[in-house]
């Protein structure tokens, strides 16, 4: 099968679901495996399943028991989450946890600064949606204004579009060759990808509400917000193109996917899949990308994907065109950071954390006071990294832009099989990254950290998602699943082959230190349905039928210090018939592994966020893409979404509405701590 056919393939229901096919082209060398071998095996096999009757892939893998006859419910244990665990299932609207509020607080196309125009979805325009909430909510940030947290500046990642439910009468372009893609569509697309900063405050109701005159607020987009670069590959010639001669600047920001906040509240925006932004003119009669064999960049393009060819952007500004502006792709696959409190304040690329598919950027502050990130690169076979800055933490060092953010060593994760991890430094000049091997200075290795890791031996995981700090020297580690591993392919650190459902990794760093160079390492739960021998999932025996997960994706440690864990199963939602949603996790005593539902999203969404204000009473959350992934097996609906025929019209249900990804707000009826 050619890409064409993959892109054309009915399968997808949106680019989300595509996205992920592409991915399963290995890109890391180290695997042996060919793309036609990949193909093949993801075809060959699910054409099989389909064969059978129609039953559903999950039915003919594993049986019937857990989609139609669900065991009988059992409350487990309350453990350190004490709420009263909702029922699992997958419908046109959200759910949570009885005696709490989840109210919508911002929907895309809402009005966010006083001089904005009401939402038209008729009548969209990019100049509109510049000062209007984004697309595809991903990372929620906050930090606050007052000395109450009631005020604050909300701070949201819009990671993707999906045209086939935001404009009329259109329908999947990238199966379409964008035929239907006007400059005007693409601008439109731009200015609803980036980032959101806006004011917010609670009321005496202890309802939250968006401040819209505030000053802080503001739209970041790719298509208009000028940002500069920091660290080693700031100015390198890599980066050099004909706009910034001085590889210094570019402009905007792709694909937010997760993020995280600073200690001193700046903004961090993760820049995931920027490759299918990427565009070539040059292509085979399969529609492949036909690369200069004189490109120099020809090697790195293919370890990271580039061109994608995922948007039409690059029909219409050369930007995106690689063919014009071969070195653009090095600017992108960094983590962003903005400050949040200066609207006036151009974002930064922090170049020393690497350049690849980061999922997300949490931050936490080691014991002698030096600044961490954690950092996945969600990619099948790609690893985990974490940056250690060289300075501390002092009163001058906690600022926007701090040089703690381009002194450090970033480092990629060995998890062996002893129950250690080693961090291994991307230090040019160190071990194998010497110019011999391509690496001529710390740029290269930072424009091409997939490479180094590579020849540092470190281990490809099972799709690094978000990485989140703990207490006490601890980390956990959102794998979130591998379909493509082979059985000669696993290790202990991904232990099960072909995994639908993903799992989760607790690291404790050596002295309980997070700047430390090794650790060990544990699996905290292996996900899936634990009623099904075949899933080999591994959870505490008091997870009920509503606790267990597939798909692990954002997680978030909130005031008490515990684990909550939000799920992104894509189109394979159906695999479990449960919906997208967010989970308390147990991690210490004799409920570690047992896992609880608190909030699940409408069909076809992706729960983001989650993030917990400091005083523990109120959680953003946000749904990503409602109505569209995996909806072909949405009972009664059966088909794919478009504008005119959505599977859900969350969270307006007005008939003249597509669904609207949104932030939540979720508090306490009555007040208080959550699950406390
Ligand atoms: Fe954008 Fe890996 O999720
Ligand atoms: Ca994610
Ligand atoms: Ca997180
Ligand atoms: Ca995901």
Redesign the pocket.
Known sequence: MNRKDIINDSEFGNKAEAFEAFDDIPTNPNLSRTIGDVINRRYGRRDVMRGILGVSATTALFGTSAIIAPKQASAAAAGRYNFDELAWGNDETHHIAEGYNADILLRWGDPITADAPEFDVMNQTAEAQLKQFGYNN?YVGFTALNDEGTSGLLCVNH?YTNEEVMFPEIGRQDRDGFASMTKELVEIEMAAHGGTVVEIAQGTDGKWSLVRDSRYNRRITPLNTEMTLSGPAAGHDRLKTNDDPDGMSVMGTINN??GGMTPWGTYLMAE??FHGYFWTDNVDADGKAVMDSGNPESTSYGRYGVPGSWYAWGKYYDRWNVDKEPNMPNKYGWVVEVDPRNPDATPVKHTALGRFRH?GAETTVSKDGHLVVYSGD?NRFDYQYKYVSGGTITDETAVFNSPLFSDGTLYVARFDEDGTVAWLPLVHGQGPLTEENGFRSQADVMIDTRIAADLLGATPMDRP?DAQPGPDGTAYIML?NNTRRTAEEVNAANPRPESSFGHIIEIKEDGEDHAATSGTWSILVKCGDPAIEEVGAQWNPETSENGWFGSP?NCAIDAEGRLWIST?QGSSWGKTGKSDGLYGLETTGDLRGTSRLFFRCPVGGELCGPYFHDSGETLFLAVQHPGTDGTKDFKGFERNSTFEDPATRWPDFDPAMPPRPSVVVVTKQGGGRIAV
């Open positions: 991903d990671e996917c997760a995931e899949n999922e969600d998602e979130t994706d992104d």
